[in-house]
C-alpha cells in the first residue's frame, strides 16, 4: 500500500517495500526473454536484440497476459497465507518491519475518542482498531477510494481549527518535503489537550522508487529525540517508545534487500513466484530469530522506528 505520503505504509515503513510493478516488468522484458528461449542465452545482447524485435506483437500480448495472471495468482495466494496490512503474519517479509508498530497502535488507537484526523490516510487501513472514534477522516496528496479531503503539499488543510479531537500520523514525516508546515496542521486542527499518534522510521532501507505518479523521494529520518524535537514547543510527550533492536532490524534488512532485487527482472519475478514454498518458511525463520535477538538487545541503540503519543498542551 503506498500513499502519497507514504502514510500508513508501516515499513510502511508502514515499507513500507514498494516492487516494482508485475506488468511493466512483463511488457518490458518478455521480448527480451523469448528472444532467450529462441537463441539460447549464451549468445550476444545484440543478436538477442535483433531477435526480440521479430517477435510478433501477439505474442508478447499473449505471454504477458499469462504471466500476468501467474502473477496475480501468487499475490492473492501470498496475501491469503501471510496476511495483508495491517495483519501481517509471522512468515510475511515485513513482519519484523510492523510488528512493534501494530503492537502499538492496537492499544493506542481503541482509545481515541471524537473525531479523528488520519494523516496520508489513502485507504485507511488502521480503521478497525479506532472502535471509540466519532468520526474518521482521511486525508492525503494522493486520491484513494477512501480519502475524504486531497491536499497539497505545503497548503493548509481544508479544516477547521481545533476540529479534531485526535491525529493519527504514521510513516509520513520521512516522505513529507515540509515537516514543520505537517506539524503545524496537525497543532492547527487539534482542539487544545487534543492527542496525536506519530509514527516515523529510523534505520530502515532508502524507499524512494520511481512510479507511475512520479518519483517517491524518501527524504528523512529522525531518531529517538529528534522525533520529539519536532514536537516539544506545542505538545507535551505522554509516550515515547524506540520500536524494534538489532534483530529485526537486521532482518528487515536482510528480507527486504532480497525482495526487492528479486524484483528488479522478469526473471527474478517469476523465480520467486517459483520459490514461494522456500520463500515463506525462509521469512518465518528469519522472523523468528530477529525476534529472539531482540530480546537479549538491551542496548536502546539498534531500534527501526519511532512511536509518540502527543498531548496538545492547553492555551
Request: one cysteine or more; charged letters at 20%; a positive charge.
Given at each position: 500500500?503506498?500513499?502519497?505520503?507514504?502514510?500508513?505504509?508501516?515499513?510502511?515503513?508502514?515499507?513500507?517495500?514498494?516492487?516494482?510493478?508485475?506488468?511493466?516488468?512483463?511488457?518490458?522484458?518478455?521480448?527480451?526473454?523469448?528472444?532467450?528461449?529462441?537463441?539460447?542465452?549464451?549468445?550476444?545482447?545484440?543478436?538477442?536484440?535483433?531477435?526480440?524485435?521479430?517477435?510478433?506483437?501477439?505474442?508478447?500480448?499473449?505471454?504477458?497476459?499469462?504471466?500476468?495472471?501467474?502473477?496475480?495468482?501468487?499475490?492473492?495466494?501470498?496475501?491469503?497465507?501471510?496476511?495483508?496490512?495491517?495483519?501481517?503474519?509471522?512468515?510475511?517479509?515485513?513482519?519484523?518491519?510492523?510488528?512493534?508498530?501494530?503492537?502499538?497502535?492496537?492499544?493506542?488507537?481503541?482509545?481515541?475518542?471524537?473525531?479523528?484526523?488520519?494523516?496520508?490516510?489513502?485507504?485507511?487501513?488502521?480503521?478497525?482498531?479506532?472502535?471509540?472514534?466519532?468520526?474518521?477522516?482521511?486525508?492525503?496528496?494522493?486520491?484513494?477510494?477512501?480519502?475524504?479531503?486531497?491536499?497539497?503539499?505545503?497548503?493548509?488543510?481544508?479544516?477547521?481549527?481545533?476540529?479534531?479531537?485526535?491525529?493519527?500520523?504514521?510513516?509520513?514525516?520521512?516522505?513529507?518535503?515540509?515537516?514543520?508546515?505537517?506539524?503545524?496542521?496537525?497543532?492547527r486542527v487539534l482542539e487544545?489537550?487534543?492527542?496525536?499518534?506519530?509514527?516515523?522510521?529510523?534505520?530502515?532501507?532508502?524507499?524512494?522508487?520511481?512510479?507511475?505518479r512520479g518519483i517517491y523521494?524518501?527524504?528523512?529520518?529522525?531518531?529517538?529525540?529528534?522525533?520529539?524535537?519536532?514536537?516539544?514547543?506545542?505538545?507535551?510527550?505522554?509516550?515515547?517508545?524506540?520500536?524494534?533492536?538489532?534483530?529485526?532490524?537486521?532482518?528487515?534488512?536482510?528480507?527486504?534487500?532480497?525482495?526487492?532485487?528479486?524484483?528488479?527482472?522478469?526473471?527474478?519475478?517469476?523465480?520467486?513466484?517459483?520459490?514461494?514454498?522456500?520463500?515463506?518458511?525462509?521469512?518465518?525463520?528469519?522472523?523468528?530469530?530477529?525476534?529472539?535477538?531482540?530480546?537479549?538487545?538491551?542496548?536502546?541503540?539498534?531500534?527501526?522506528?519511532?512511536?509518540?503519543?502527543?498531548?496538545?498542551?492547553?492555551?
Amino acid at each position: 500500500m503506498l500513499s502519497g505520503y507514504g502514510g500508513n505504509v508501516p515499513g510502511g515503513v508502514e515499507l513500507v517495500v514498494l516492487l516494482a510493478s508485475h506488468t511493466d516488468i512483463a511488457l518490458l522484458g518478455l521480448t527480451g526473454i523469448i528472444a532467450s528461449v529462441i537463441i539460447g542465452p549464451g549468445q550476444s545482447a545484440h543478436r538477442r536484440s535483433h531477435i526480440a524485435a521479430l517477435v510478433p506483437r501477439r505474442v508478447v500480448v499473449f505471454a504477458t497476459d499469462a504471466v500476468y495472471k501467474v502473477f496475480g495468482v501468487h499475490d492473492r495466494v501470498y496475501a491469503w497465507i501471510a496476511g495483508v496490512h495491517p495483519q501481517r503474519r509471522l512468515w510475511h517479509f515485513q513482519w519484523l518491519s510492523v510488528k512493534d508498530l501494530y503492537r502499538d497502535l492496537r492499544r493506542v488507537l481503541p482509545t481515541l475518542r471524537g473525531n479523528v484526523l488520519d494523516v496520508g490516510c489513502w485507504g485507511k487501513p488502521y480503521a478497525l482498531w479506532l472502535t471509540s472514534a466519532t468520526s474518521h477522516v482521511g486525508i492525503d496528496i494522493t486520491a484513494g477510494e477512501k480519502v475524504d479531503y486531497l491536499i497539497r503539499e505545503g497548503e493548509p488543510w481544508p479544516l477547521e481549527s481545533g476540529s479534531m479531537q485526535c491525529v493519527l500520523c504514521t510513516q509520513v514525516l520521512e516522505v513529507a518535503r515540509d515537516v514543520p508546515h505537517i506539524v503545524s496542521e496537525i497543532d492547527r486542527v487539534l482542539e487544545p489537550g487534543g492527542i496525536a499518534v506519530v509514527s516515523t522510521p529510523f534505520f530502515y532501507n532508502d524507499t524512494s522508487l520511481e512510479i507511475e505518479r512520479g518519483i517517491y523521494k524518501d527524504l528523512w529520518r529522525h531518531s529517538f529525540y529528534g522525533a520529539q524535537a519536532l514536537f516539544t514547543e506545542r505538545f507535551s510527550i505522554l509516550e515515547a517508545r524506540r520500536q524494534g533492536a538489532f534483530g529485526s532490524t537486521m532482518g528487515l534488512l536482510l528480507l527486504n534487500c532480497i525482495a526487492i532485487s528479486m524484483s528488479r527482472s522478469g526473471w527474478r519475478q517469476l523465480l520467486m513466484v517459483a520459490l514461494l514454498p522456500l520463500w515463506l518458511p525462509f521469512c518465518l525463520a528469519v522472523n523468528a530469530v530477529g525476534w529472539l535477538i531482540d530480546k537479549v538487545d538491551r542496548t536502546g541503540l539498534f531500534y527501526h522506528n519511532v512511536f509518540l503519543v502527543l498531548r496538545k498542551k492547553e492555551l
